[in-house]
């Protein structure tokens, strides 16, 4: 991947373009630092917690923390250090240059923490000298609270407010501006010096004991970003095989990673809310939590590229959070477990170039979705298709399938969590054909408990139901729901499922019909019906990887490479999807970066190469 040059003013204009930010991550906490070096998103402790600093979605009142050349033009050049999470932005002026690193501190081995990690940057002048602007200006609960911001040693400083607090190390003295709450100061570099700035989440009924607890080494950045270095290659280089040779599939690996919740397992299906799906339209969601079915398909990818750790700290979750009763199951949850996800409006936010309204929460947690049932057997088949499994396990299973076969006849949302009236989706449908296949042979396979002959009934009475109600046998296709003829890019999924193979004559008549009905310049839309919200959504990336990966299983290899290579075009030079691309092909859209989009395109490479080998280039 390319990097891309740019002349950076000093400030960049309010709401640069989606495509400008990068995500750096400990697995627990995440942020956005934009081309120019400004934090402008970063949600601490827990990626779905409120923003400590947030003015992509209000430039005026969300905060941010900046550290940019100071009133000159400079050329910026932005990297991840391979095999990390650690970004590089280097400014180039007339007079000098500085390396910039931004990253959350690690440390240990990967899936061990010791509590001190903390967002840090630490920028070194390379030759020359530059002058750098900092500025912090740290705003709660998603730009709602101003904090109090206090200089509690040199050097030293705490914002508090609600239930959040933040220690600031700056390793040169900043200014503190009472009137505008943030901290700032103008920082002359020369040839070797440094610029060190660190910032921890702590509890603000613990700040005062951290302050006394400080001591000058825990603001030391280069033993910890050497330390973080190491941690994020260890992850790399840990699964059970070489890391892949493609280095955009190496950095969806490193960003499915970088979006699970290492604590409890769960994995965020974006790192962001309420960044549009239509320019400054409604269609805002917040997708800072763990949806069953995209973070089965995440660890699923991770553990098709060798990273078997993922999937069962999930399934732990999963198990966990439903309480072991599938009658509990949620679609989505909290990356803690939590189950009420009240969609919230803040109406005191602008939004992404004014795209409102901004929301926390997510109402579609409430919704029924029935495909989560097979996603789940999906999970087990991968996990347990060679080795047994526990009876608590197993028991959880069957209560799984059991559902599945009681409630397959009821409409539901889908996959695309419609805000209409639930209807019976062809993809659900499959889903929950997917869990009574895979609940047969997973007991079959280890002589476990269950009751086979009405499992056996339930899949026979649905296939016959998918292939009576889901077909269109005047042209031979599959459909979006039973008794239409719209179009919908989920049925690309069908032969994942295994009920269907991908060289079915009705799959490849129903292939080349989506390609017809949805593509927009090379990219797929997700369906061609309304939906109830007002403005036209953006082309849908994972879905052009989707016809990739199914072209690719059909054995038609040009064409695969062709939907592919689109698709990833849709990327930034840094490697990173969102979840949509304008339909005029202007830019990203959506939530940033987009776990749907990396696993996608995971997949679909792994089915070009399984063709003939890796596609050239």
Same mark, same amino acid.
């Given at each position: 991947m390319a990097l891309r040059d740019e002349q950076a003013d000093a400030v960049s204009p309010p709401y640069p373009p989606i495509e400008d930010y990068?995500?750096?991550?400990?697995? $627990?906490?995440?942020?956005?630092?934009?081309?120019?070096?400004?934090? +402008?998103?970063?949600?601490?402790?827990?990626?779905?917690?409120?923003?400590?600093?947030?003015?992509?979605? =209000? *430039?005026?009142?969300?905060?941010?923390?900046?550290?940019? @050349?100071?009133?000159?033009?400079?050329?910026?050049?932005?990297?991840?250090?391979?095999? #990390?999470?650690?970004?590089?932005?280097?400014? $180039?002026?007339?007079?000098?240059?500085?390396?910039?690193n931004d990253f959350f501190s690690m440390s240990g081995a990967p899936g061990e923490f010791d509590g001190t990690d903390h967002l840090a940057r630490l920028a070194r002048c390379l030759g020359g000298e530059m002058l750098l602007q900092v500025e912090v200006a740290p705003r709660f +609960?998603?730009?709602?609270?101003?904090? =109090?911001?206090?200089?509690?040693?040199?050097?030293?400083?705490?914002?508090?407010?609600s239930n959040k607090g933040l220690l600031i190390h700056c390793s040169r003295p900043l200014q503190l501006d009472r009137a505008a709450c943030l901290l700032r100061a103008e920082v002359p570099l020369?040839?070797?010096?440094?610029?060190?700035?660190?910032?921890? !989440?702590?509890?603000?009924?613990?700040?005062?004991?951290?302050?006394? &607890?400080?001591?000058?080494?825990?603001?030391?950045?280069?033993?910890?970003?050497?330390?973080?270095?190491? *941690?994020?290659?260890?992850?790399?280089?840990?699964?059970?095989?070489?890391?892949?040779?493609?280095?955009?599939?190496?950095?969806?690996?490193l960003t499915l990673k970088a979006l699970c919740f290492e604590r409890t397992g769960a994995v965020a299906a974006a790192a962001t809310t309420s960044l549009p799906e239509a320019p400054g339209g409604t269609r805002n969601w917040d997708y800072r939590f763990s949806w069953l079915r995209d973070s089965v398909l995440a660890v699923r990818a991770l553990h098709a590229l060798g990273y078997e750790r993922e999937a069962d700290r999930f399934r732990a979750f999963i198990e966990r959070s439903a309480a072991g009763n599938a009658r509990q199951l949620q679609l989505?949850?909290?990356?803690?477990?939590? &189950?009420?996800?009240?969609?919230?409006?803040?109406?005191?936010?602008?939004? *992404?170039?004014?795209?409102?309204?901004?929301?926390?929460?997510?109402?579609?947690?409430?919704?029924?979705?029935?495909?989560?049932?097979?996603?789940?057997?999906?999970?087990? *088949?991968? /996990?347990?298709?060679?080795? @047994?499994?526990?009876? +608590?396990?197993?028991? !959880?299973?069957?209560?799984?399938?059991?559902?599945?076969?009681?409630?397959?006849?009821?409409?539901?949302?889908?996959?695309?969590?419609?805000r209409d009236a639930p209807r019976h989706f062809v993809h659900s449908k499959a889903m929950c054909w997917a869990a009574t296949d895979r609940g047969i042979a997973l007991a079959r396979r280890h002589g476990l408990p269950a009751p086979l002959d009405r499992w056996d009934r339930t899949r026979q009475a649905l296939r016959e139901a998918i292939d009576h109600d889901g077909y269109d046998a005047r042209s031979g296709v599959y459909c979006q729901a039973f008794g239409d003829r719209q179009a919908d890019a989920a049925?690309?999924?069908?032969?994942?499922?295994?009920?269907?193979? !991908?060289?079915?004559?009705?799959?490849?008549?129903?292939? +080349?019909?989506?390609?017809?009905?949805?593509?927009?310049?090379?990219?797929?839309?997700?369906?061609?019906?309304?939906?109830?919200?007002?403005?036209?959504?953006?082309?849908?990336?994972?879905? #052009?990887?989707?016809?990739? $990966?199914?072209?690719?299983?059909?054995?038609?290899?040009?064409?695969?490479?062709?939907?592919?290579?689109?698709?990833? &075009?849709? /990327?930034n030079e840094l490697g990173l999807f969102s979840e949509e691309f304008s339909r005029?092909?202007?830019?990203?859209?959506?939530?940033f970066p987009q776990l749907l989009t990396h696993l996608s395109q995971v997949t679909a490479r792994l089915a070009i190469d399984a063709m003939v080998g890796p596609p050239p280039g």
């Amino acid at each position: 991947m390319a990097l891309r040059d740019e002349q950076a003013d000093a400030v960049s204009p309010p709401y640069p373009p989606i495509e400008d930010y990068a995500l750096i991550s400990d697995c $627990e906490s995440t942020a956005l630092v934009g081309r120019h070096g400004s934090i +402008d998103w970063c949600c601490m402790p827990q990626m779905d917690s409120d923003s400590s600093f947030g003015r992509l979605l =209000d *430039w005026g009142r969300g905060g941010h923390c900046s550290i940019a @050349p100071a009133g000159q033009h400079a050329c910026a050049r932005r990297s991840y250090v391979e095999g #990390t999470a650690v970004l590089c932005t280097r400014f $180039e002026g007339a007079d000098g240059s500085v390396e910039l690193n931004d990253f959350f501190s690690m440390s240990g081995a990967p899936g061990e923490f010791d509590g001190t990690d903390h967002l840090a940057r630490l920028a070194r002048c390379l030759g020359g000298e530059m002058l750098l602007q900092v500025e912090v200006a740290p705003r709660f +609960d998603f730009g709602s609270i101003v904090p =109090d911001l206090r200089c509690v040693a040199t050097g030293l400083y705490t914002a508090c407010g609600s239930n959040k607090g933040l220690l600031i190390h700056c390793s040169r003295p900043l200014q503190l501006d009472r009137a505008a709450c943030l901290l700032r100061a103008e920082v002359p570099l020369h040839g070797g010096e440094s610029l060190e700035l660190s910032i921890r !989440f702590v509890p603000p009924e613990a700040l005062s004991d951290a302050v006394r &607890r400080w001591r000058p080494e825990h603001g030391r950045l280069c033993p910890r970003l050497e330390r973080t270095v190491a *941690w994020w290659r260890a992850w790399a280089c840990g699964g059970n095989r070489p890391p892949h040779p493609d280095p955009c599939t190496r950095r969806s690996a490193l960003t499915l990673k970088a979006l699970c919740f290492e604590r409890t397992g769960a994995v965020a299906a974006a790192a962001t809310t309420s960044l549009p799906e239509a320019p400054g339209g409604t269609r805002n969601w917040d997708y800072r939590f763990s949806w069953l079915r995209d973070s089965v398909l995440a660890v699923r990818a991770l553990h098709a590229l060798g990273y078997e750790r993922e999937a069962d700290r999930f399934r732990a979750f999963i198990e966990r959070s439903a309480a072991g009763n599938a009658r509990q199951l949620q679609l989505m949850y909290g990356v803690d477990g939590r &189950r009420r996800l009240t969609e919230i409006p803040l109406d005191h936010l602008e939004g *992404w170039r004014g795209a409102r309204p901004v929301r926390v929460g997510n109402d579609a947690a409430r919704q029924t979705q029935l495909d989560i049932y097979g996603h789940l057997l999906e999970l087990a *088949w991968l /996990a347990h298709r060679q080795q @047994p499994m526990d009876s +608590d396990y197993w028991d !959880f299973l069957v209560h799984t399938v059991d559902t599945a076969c009681e409630r397959w006849r009821e409409p539901d949302h889908g996959i695309w969590e419609m805000r209409d009236a639930p209807r019976h989706f062809v993809h659900s449908k499959a889903m929950c054909w997917a869990a009574t296949d895979r609940g047969i042979a997973l007991a079959r396979r280890h002589g476990l408990p269950a009751p086979l002959d009405r499992w056996d009934r339930t899949r026979q009475a649905l296939r016959e139901a998918i292939d009576h109600d889901g077909y269109d046998a005047r042209s031979g296709v599959y459909c979006q729901a039973f008794g239409d003829r719209q179009a919908d890019a989920a049925l690309l999924l069908l032969p994942q499922t295994g009920f269907l193979a !991908f060289g079915d004559p009705r799959m490849l008549r129903t292939t +080349d019909w989506i390609r017809q009905r949805l593509d927009r310049g090379g990219l797929l839309l997700r369906y061609d019906r309304p939906d109830g919200l007002p403005e036209p959504e953006g082309a849908f990336v994972p879905c #052009t990887f989707w016809l990739a $990966e199914c072209l690719a299983g059909q054995g038609r290899r040009d064409e695969a490479l062709d939907s592919y290579q689109r698709a990833c &075009r849709c /990327a930034n030079e840094l490697g990173l999807f969102s979840e949509e691309f304008s339909r005029d092909g202007r830019g990203m859209l959506g939530n940033f970066p987009q776990l749907l989009t990396h696993l996608s395109q995971v997949t679909a490479r792994l089915a070009i190469d399984a063709m003939v080998g890796p596609p050239p280039g």
